[in-house]
């Protein structure tokens, strides 16, 4: 019976480590999303921000290339996991960010067909 209590334990630390950092990451995304600027170099997005969580890359139906770069600003599940709906996307377009947030990204999607590869 001792080991279960050693185990359980060393499990509830390693969840309490774990929710803090995903706490901390969440407060430092926050944080450096205050920062940006519109009309800032993708490189100067990416100084301020760090490495995204998830990237993604398209051409538009206009010839204009978006990065989406999303970084996890709340948490909807306790599953350990990111998900992109967890992610605030922040939007660089032909290089320049343009703007952030799931409403602006809807707008894009909307404005900037994504060509179709067949």
């Given at each position: 019976?001792?080991?279960?209590?050693?185990?359980?334990?060393?499990?509830?630390?390693?969840?309490?480590?774990m929710v803090?950092?995903?706490?901390?990451?969440?407060?430092?995304?926050?944080?450096?999303?205050?920062?940006?600027?519109?009309?800032?170099?993708?490189?100067?997005?990416?100084?301020?921000?760090?490495?995204?969580?998830?990237?993604?890359?398209?051409?538009?139906?206009?010839?204009?290339?978006?990065?989406?770069?999303?970084?996890?600003?709340?948490?909807?599940?306790?599953?350990?996991?990111?998900?992109?709906?967890?992610?605030?996307?922040?939007?660089?377009?032909?290089?320049?960010?343009?703007?952030?947030?799931?409403?602006?990204?809807?707008?894009?999607q909307r404005?900037?067909?994504?060509?179709?590869?067949?």
């Open positions: 019976m001792g080991k279960i209590y050693r185990v359980s334990v060393s499990s509830l630390t390693a969840l309490i480590l803090g950092c995903y706490k901390m990451a969440i407060y430092e995304n926050q944080k450096n999303l205050m920062k940006l600027e519109k009309g800032m170099p993708r490189e100067a997005v990416m100084n301020v921000m760090g490495k995204p969580d998830y990237l993604d890359v398209y051409q538009s139906l206009y010839g204009n290339t978006l990065v989406i770069l999303y970084y996890y600003t709340h948490r909807k599940r306790f599953d350990g996991k990111v998900t992109k709906d967890e992610c605030t996307p922040v939007v660089i377009k032909n290089e320049k960010l343009i703007g952030w947030g799931d409403d602006f990204y809807q707008w894009v404005r900037e067909k994504k060509v179709n590869h067949q």
